[in-house]
């Protein structure tokens, strides 16, 4: 299919089928689906511009219905959301003029796409070893660097839910996440998700919620910033909204039949593959780059859907919970 957006030819298939299994990896890590979105459209042939606003646009659409059957299991702590919203803004405006400065100088597809390796790496380091490590000991609760760092710890302190959080962290939360949802396309949930539970010290579910609530939050922003600049390929992007509404409610059932170490560590994995992908995809190794993506993301739908039958959720899969 050819989109007049873009200027690109896709067959029409691939993109529900890429949109059902984002949306599944996006319901099941809070990580809104960018990190498999973003690559596999720059791999399809889009321009990085594209290919990062018609991920964020995708991400926004379906990380509401994720955030909403997150929030029926309780899984989302909507005051560090909101406060987490205040950093959030202005730094994910940052990230789109970023994309944009390097669009007009002609450098974007290359500065990016390394910077996302080296981003992804560094992030696959970190969740691996530590969700290895707790598996190994069988224990759901990991480290947090709340409890090690000061700055984590500076006043003002504010209670929620019988946890306290220093102020300056969630604005943290939000700077970074934010920054990083407008500059690589990615809704900031690939970072939310492991500066919630390793700096906030968020249980694993509740940070895939409160993360998932938050991509809503920067995706309308980001969203509407880079369809003003032309960013946005809006038949791609509900093509991959048609399959990406299915999977993200069954990927956020599926969090209710594993654990937190085995969340953490299935998202580490996810992460490390699509590093490895987009290198080979800056090596011109298309072939070997698109399976990979598409591998991992299938895997982890197949992955989703194991978790719901062994949960014996299987009979009500026509429900949709």
């Excluded at 919620?209 to 980001?222: D, E, K, R």
Aim: proline content about 3%.
């Amino acid at each position: 299919m050819y989109s007049p957006f873009s200027g690109v030819e896709v067959t029409g298939w691939i993109l529900p089928l890429l949109g059902f299994t984002a949306g599944a990896t996006s319901g099941f890590w809070g990580v809104g689906g960018g990190w498999v979105i973003t690559p596999a459209l720059f791999i399809l042939g889009l321009p990085m511009n594209l290919a990062i606003g018609t991920s964020l646009s995708f991400i926004y659409a379906q990380g509401i219905i994720s955030s909403l059957k997150h929030k029926e299991m309780g899984n989302v702590n909507f005051p560090v959301g909101f406060l987490i919203l205040i950093g959030m803004l202005p730094s994910v405006e940052l990230g789109v003029r970023t994309v944009d400065f390097l669009t007009r100088k002609g450098n974007v597809d290359l500065f990016l796409g390394y910077f996302y390796i080296f981003f992804l790496f560094l992030i696959f380091l970190l969740t691996f070893k530590e969700s290895y490590k707790a598996k190994k000991r069988k224990e759901e609760k990991t480290f947090s660097l709340k409890d090690r760092c000061f700055l984590l710890r500076m006043p003002p302190i504010l209670k929620f839910s019988g946890e306290e959080y220093s102020l300056w962290s969630i604005l943290i939360t939000g700077i970074l996440g934010g920054f990083f949802s407008g500059l690589l396309g990615i809704g900031g949930g690939i970072l939310y998700l492991p500066l919630m539970i390793y700096f906030l010290g968020l249980p694993t579910k509740t940070a895939v919620g409160t993360s998932l609530f938050n991509i809503v939050l920067a995706g309308a922003y980001g969203t509407f910033s880079h369809a003003y600049q032309g960013n946005v390929d809006l038949i791609y992007g509900l093509l991959l909204l048609f399959g990406g509404v299915i999977g993200a409610r069954l990927g956020a059932l599926a969090t209710k039949y594993t654990t937190g170490a085995n969340i953490r560590f299935l998202f580490s994995l996810g992460v490390g593959a699509t590093c490895l992908a987009i290198l080979l995809k800056m090596l011109q190794v298309f072939w070997a780059s698109f399976s990979l993506i598409m591998g991992v993301a299938g895997g982890m739908s197949i992955v989703v859907i194991y978790y719901l039958i062994k949960g014996k959720y299987g009979k009500g899969l026509h429900k949709l919970g």
